[in-house]
């Protein structure tokens, strides 16, 4: 009877292990895809001001400023070879003045893309497309620092629950160990007498 309650214990806290991993698996993947939602607007809109020939390096229309300002998005439209022709990238004035070679291979065979892109250190949420057939891809970036804080704070929260119901299943076990004990020395007082 002691070897089956261990085993039930055992069972318990691998159970509990496994759905709180599943949890911040899930969880992860829902805040990390959500990051790519604000650039997937700002690219579509974008592209379909680029297809239309209403875009200019140098302007946007109103609903594309309140939709990058609402969400702190930024946005770049880049050539067919990659090269970054304009961005509102806050300090882009680094090295890095193309877009990943695949990146465009991605775009061009699907219509547009979406990774996760970190050109001088900061990690962005990337969706690129392409502007019809213009031979321009825009993209929308939005920094992952909020979704990455956010899923920082998933973690601990898993792994303060998980570290609760350990200590719960291990307070529950000792007791119920201490029980078995107090049980089996009553039958065998029992038997003795």
């Given at each position: 009877?002691?070897?089956?309650?261990?085993?039930?214990?055992?069972?318990?806290?691998?159970?509990?292990?496994?759905?709180?991993?599943?949890?911040?698996?899930?969880?992860?993947?829902?805040?990390?895809?959500?990051?790519?939602?604000g650039?997937?607007?700002?690219?579509?809109?974008?592209?379909?001001?680029?297809?239309?020939?209403?875009?200019g390096?140098?302007?946007?229309?109103?609903?594309?400023?309140?939709?990058?300002?609402?969400?702190?998005?930024?946005?770049?439209?880049?050539?067919?070879?990659?090269?970054?022709?304009?961005?509102?990238?806050?300090?882009?004035?680094?090295?890095?003045?193309?877009?990943?070679?695949?990146?465009?291979?991605?775009?061009?065979?699907?219509?547009?893309y979406?990774?996760?892109?970190?050109?001088?250190?900061?990690?962005?949420?990337?969706?690129?497309?392409?502007?019809?057939?213009?031979?321009?891809?825009?993209g929308?970036?939005?920094?992952?620092?909020?979704?990455e804080?956010?899923?920082?704070?998933?973690?601990?929260?898993?792994?303060?629950?998980?570290?609760?119901?350990s200590?719960?299943?291990?307070?529950?076990?000792?007791?119920?160990?201490?029980?078995?004990?107090?049980?089996?020395?009553?039958?065998?007082?029992?038997?003795?007498?």
């Amino acid at each position: 009877m002691k070897r089956n309650l261990s085993l039930v214990l055992v069972s318990a806290f691998l159970i509990i292990s496994i759905v709180h991993l599943l949890v911040f698996a899930v969880v992860q993947q829902v805040h990390r895809q959500a990051a790519n939602e604000g650039p997937r607007l700002l690219a579509g809109r974008l592209s379909v001001l680029a297809a239309s020939g209403r875009l200019g390096t140098d302007t946007l229309d109103a609903e594309t400023r309140s939709i990058i300002v609402s969400r702190g998005l930024f946005y770049l439209l880049a050539d067919a070879d990659g090269l970054i022709r304009a961005t509102n990238l806050p300090g882009y004035d680094g090295p890095v003045r193309r877009l990943p070679v695949g990146l465009l291979g991605q775009a061009r065979g699907r219509g547009s893309y979406a990774i996760t892109w970190a050109p001088q250190g900061v990690r962005y949420a990337l969706v690129l497309c392409r502007a019809g057939n213009t031979g321009t891809y825009v993209g929308g970036c939005q920094p992952l620092l909020y979704s990455e804080s956010n899923v920082l704070k998933l973690w601990e929260m898993v792994l303060l629950s998980w570290i609760g119901c350990s200590v719960s299943l291990a307070f529950a076990g000792a007791v119920l160990f201490r029980r078995f004990g107090v049980l089996v020395a009553a039958q065998r007082n029992v038997l003795a007498a």
